[in-house]
T-cell receptor, first 112, second 112 residues
C-alpha cells in the first residue's frame, strides 16, 4: 500500500500570512491530487498534478509536484479566513483504476 | 442536478444493531466509493464498485458490506455495529476514465 504523509497536521495562522503544506511518500505516484474540505461537507478537488516538476496555480494557491513524483506541496499566499478548512492530498492506490489513497490531512485555520 | 446525496445526515445507533447508509448519484458515474473519515487518519476506503454489478474491498472492509444493483445507488451496510465504527462516512463517485472523485455531504454515525 502506497502511503502519503502530510505535514503539518494542524496549522493556525493570521490573515495575510503565507503557508506551505507538504505531502510526502516513499513511493512514486503517477499523479497527485489536492482536495479541500469544509466543515460538514465532502472533499472537493482543487487540482491534479501529473508531471514531475509541474507547478499549477489556482489564484493564491500554488501546487507543485516533486521532480521524482514522490512528493507535492501546496503554498497559499496571503491567506484569508475563507481558506480555512481541511486540505487532503491523494494519489492512485491499489491496482484498481480510480482508487485513491489519502494523506491524513492538514487542518488550516486562518484568523481574521 | 443534485450530484451525490447521502442519508441519513447523522445517526446514533446502539451497538449490535444493523444499519444501512444510503448513497445515490444522478451523474451516471460508473464508479462509486465508500470512505470513513477519522481525525488524524484521513479518508480510508471501505468498499468500491467500478460498475453496476461489481464490488471490491478497500483498505478497511471488515464489518461492512455493499451492493451495486444499479448505476445510481451504492448502499453501505453495517451488519452488527460496534463502537469502533463511529465515524463520518463519505460516498463518492467517478466518471469512467476521469480522475476526479465527487463526494457526498457525509453521514455522521455514532455507535454507542
Amino acid at each position: 500500500t502506497q502511503l502519503l504523509e502530510q505535514s503539518p497536521q494542524f496549522l493556525s495562522i493570521q490573515e495575510g500570512e503565507n503557508l506551505t503544506v507538504y505531502c510526502n511518500s516513499s513511493s512514486v505516484f503517477s499523479s497527485l491530487q489536492w482536495y479541500r474540505q469544509e466543515p460538514g461537507e465532502g472533499p472537493v478537488l482543487l487540482v491534479t498534478v501529473v508531471t514531475g516538476g509541474e507547478v499549477k496555480k489556482l489564484k493564491r494557491l500554488t501546487f507543485q509536484f516533486g521532480d521524482a513524483r514522490k512528493d507535492s506541496s501546496l503554498h497559499i499566499t496571503a491567506a484569508q479566513p475563507g481558506d480555512t478548512g481541511l486540505y487532503l492530498c491523494a494519489g492512485p492506490g491499489g491496482t484498481s483504476y480510480g482508487k485513491l489513497t489519502f494523506g491524513q490531512g492538514t487542518i488550516l485555520t486562518v484568523h481574521p | 442536478i443534485a450530484g451525490i446525496t447521502q442519508a441519513p445526515t447523522s445517526q446514533i445507533l446502539a451497538a449490535g444493531r444493523r444499519m444501512t447508509l444510503r448513497c445515490t448519484q444522478d451523474m451516471r458515474h460508473n464508479a462509486m466509493y465508500w470512505y470513513r473519515q477519522d481525525l488524524g487518519l484521513g479518508l480510508r476506503l471501505i468498499h468500491y464498485s467500478n460498475t453496476a454489478g461489481t464490488t471490491g474491498k478497500g483498505e478497511v472492509p471488515d464489518g461492512y458490506s455493499v451492493s451495486r444493483a444499479n448505476t445510481d445507488d451504492f448502499p453501505l451496510t453495517l451488519a452488527s455495529a460496534v463502537p469502533s465504527q463511529t465515524s463520518v462516512y463519505f460516498c463518492a463517485s467517478r466518471l469512467a476514465g476521469g480522475h476526479t472523485q465527487y463526494f457526498g455531504p457525509g453521514t455522521r454515525l455514532t455507535v454507542l
